[in-house]
């Protein structure tokens, strides 16, 4: 019972690296998520994908780029990293919403610091 | 574009007793789903309760429950019984069954519990 798996847990960038964040779910959901979250703060949506193929902007996307090659994986790329990226990033899946459940399953969270 | 909002940054409560987290949202859907969220230290986001907002009556998960007043875009979460496990960030999040269904998250409540 894997559910959802991140790598790496924890990273430290310097002003400029790239890096992508791995995200992969055994669950078979079409729908997957990446949310940030800087301290004392909610989850901000950066990038949503409804499907292989498919991608989209949420709330925060500057400076992030994402890909859905297939179901399972939704790697997270940081470009020319900034100090203001530093913070927890989490990716979420799920079935859709008409269906029975409802309900998005989280990792474990990457913590990521930029210096 | 649909908004969650948590008014109370900190709650805290005494061992045993009840507790109740506010949460509003806005939205131009009639149907959703709501969600209460728990963040505890380790990070990981674990579900607590979920709410169909086509359900008249209101969630109940042992000691969770929620009052779900639609008309008013309401949904707060009662914690009874308070034990010290329940320390934790508590987020409400808003998902829509439209479109591309987003996890809409709110600003979180961080619930301290006092022996």
């Known amino acids: 019972n894997a559910g959802v798996t991140q790598t790496p847990k924890f990273r430290i960038l310097k002003i400029g690296q790239s890096m992508t964040l791995q995200c992969t779910q055994d669950?078979?959901?079409?729908?997957m998520y990446w949310y940030r979250q800087d301290p004392g703060m909610g989850l901000k949506l950066i990038y949503y994908?409804?499907?292989?193929?498919?991608?989209d902007k949420g709330e925060v996307p500057n400076g992030y780029n994402v890909s859905r090659s297939t179901t399972e994986d939704f790697p997270l790329r940081l470009e020319l990293a900034a100090p203001s990226q530093t913070s927890v990033y989490f990716c979420?899946?799920?079935?859709?919403?008409?269906?029975?459940?409802?309900?998005?399953?989280f990792g474990q969270g990457t913590r990521l610091t930029v210096v | 574009a649909q908004t969650v909002t948590q008014s109370q940054p900190e709650m805290s409560v005494q061992e045993a007793e009840t507790v109740t987290l506010s949460c509003t949202y806005d939205t131009s859907e009639s149907d959703y789903y709501l969600f209460w969220y728990k963040q505890p230290p380790s990070r990981q986001m674990i579900l607590v309760i979920r709410q169909e907002a086509y359900k008249q009556q209101n969630a109940t998960e042992n000691r969770f429950s929620v009052n779900f007043q639609k008309a008013a875009k309401s949904f707060s979460l009662k914690i009874s019984d308070s034990q010290l496990g329940d320390a934790a960030m508590y987020f409400c999040a808003y998902r829509g069954i439209q479109g591309a269904q987003k996890l809409v998250f709110g600003q979180g409540t961080r619930l301290t519990i006092n022996p």
């Open positions: 669950m078979n959901h079409n729908y």
């Open positions: 979420a899946s799920s079935y859709s919403a008409t269906g029975e459940n409802t309900e998005a399953f």
């Open positions: 994908s409804v499907g292989a193929g498919i991608t």
